[in-house]
Nanobody, 120 residues
Framework: VQLVESGGGLVHPGGSLNLSCEVT????????MGWYRQAPGKERESVAT???????TYADSVKGRFTISRGNDKNTVWLQMNSLKPEDTAVYYC???????????????WGQGTQVTVSS
């Protein structure tokens, strides 16, 4: 399974970016997709998650500003980020956790990350 992120860049405060994560090589339909971020000197944190049943969760710091969604082909996950703040600056990573059945252990895969910089 491979995950490739894209869509990062430099944006002014208040601006928007749409990150995408393309998944290839996966065959399991039971999964959780997530966006995580890591700022310099800080631990990696969860930003948003989306299950195969379309349940979503968001970090309190991004609620109302970020939206996680997936394509109809289920191979692409997006993170729409609006009203960006300087504190959103970080490397954003895509993660996929999948299993064949609920009774089997989940296997985790990470993308290489994409830099998001919010600065005036």
């Amino acid at each position: 399974v491979q995950l490739v992120e894209s869509g990062g860049g430099l944006v002014h405060p208040g601006g928007s970016l749409n990150l995408s994560c393309e998944v290839t090589g996966s065959t399991f339909n039971l999964y959780v997709m997530g966006w995580y971020r890591q700022a310099p000197g800080k631990e990696r944190e969860s930003v948003a998650t989306l299950t195969s049943g379309l349940l979503t969760t968001y970090a309190d710091s991004v609620k109302g500003r970020f939206t996680i969604s997936r394509g109809n082909d289920k191979n692409t996950v997006w993170l729409q980020m609006n009203s960006l703040k300087p504190e959103d600056t970080a490397v954003y990573y895509c993660k996929r956790s999948e299993a064949q059945f609920y009774t089997r252990p989940f296997v985790h895969y990470w993308g290489q990350g994409t830099q998001v910089t919010v600065s005036s």
